[in-house]
């Protein structure tokens, strides 16, 4: 098994993409931290798994210190928390696209900084940012989230500029339209969702949603040593949507 040894955090793992990720990290040999705010849900796949669950609320510095000193040191990072608030632009509010960055960026900046140090100190990590490829091409409703996976993207590369010589490799997953709760959620703008997420299928080669088993296998690859001369990339798992 490709992770035997290795001790992974994934954010966000108690549902969709994180879920995915966290069962495909433990299948691979690794020993699993889930950290989520909700705190049941995480218990809930830790079970399935024989992970660990812990409460993590990724705006919070003071919670990802605190999953880093109780639980750590990592070895595997894999920051997959994240949100959207499907809106057209002119109708969000200030305290809506602050929540926004808070969590998709700002929570990938705090659970890095809790946990790239012992990486450093070990001489090793692999981390694993999940963005998507609305950070690469834009998506209608989703300005917000976009500019934060776009931030995602950049930070993902500096990261891995500053940290090759510690042996710490940072990459970026830019998933396309993958078929979870939160895509879903489009739909709360009615037959304008329905027609956003049939457009997104529409675009991608494949002309289909993607599954979040096919994001988490990419996830896998590039916490293992088969990808150890893989480093500041953002790869792409959305059935050919950002092809140019």
Not at 135 to 162: L, M, P, Q
Not at 204 to 221: C, S
Request: glycine fraction near 12%; charge should be negative; aromatic fraction near 4%.
């Amino acid at each position: 098994m490709r992770l035997e040894g290795k001790k992974a955090l994934v954010t966000g793992g108690a549902s969709g993409i994180g879920a995915a990720i966290s069962r495909r990290l433990a299948a691979e040999g690794a020993a699993v931290v889930i950290g989520d705010v909700n705190e049941e849900g995480a218990k809930e796949v830790a079970a399935e798994i024989d992970a660990e669950a812990a409460l993590l609320d990724v705006t919070e510095p003071a919670s990802a210190v605190a999953i880093a000193e109780a639980h750590g040191p990592f070895s595997i990072l894999v920051n997959n928390a994240g949100t959207d608030d499907f809106a057209f632009f002119t109708d969000m509010t200030p305290e809506r696209w602050r929540r926004l960055i808070a969590i998709n960026l700002e929570g990938v900046l705090i659970c890095t900084h809790a946990v790239l140090p012992a990486m450093q100190q070990a001489g090793y990590g692999r981390i694993v940012n999940i963005a998507s490829e609305a950070g690469r091409v834009g998506s209608k409703g989703s300005a917000v989230y976009s500019a934060a996976k776009g931030g995602v993207i950049a930070f993902t590369k500096t990261i891995a500029r500053e940290n090759a010589r510690f042996a710490v490799t940072a990459n970026a997953i830019a998933p396309g339209p993958i078929e979870t709760p939160l895509l879903m959620a489009a739909k709360q703008l009615g037959e304008i969702g329905d027609k956003i997420i049939e457009t997104m299928k529409g675009q991608t080669q494949m002309r289909r949603l993607g599954q979040p088993e096919e994001v988490a296998a990419a996830v896998a690859f590039l916490a293992s040593d088969d990808a150890s001369y893989v480093t500041g990339e953002t790869v792409g798992v959305s059935g050919g949507l950002g092809m140019v």
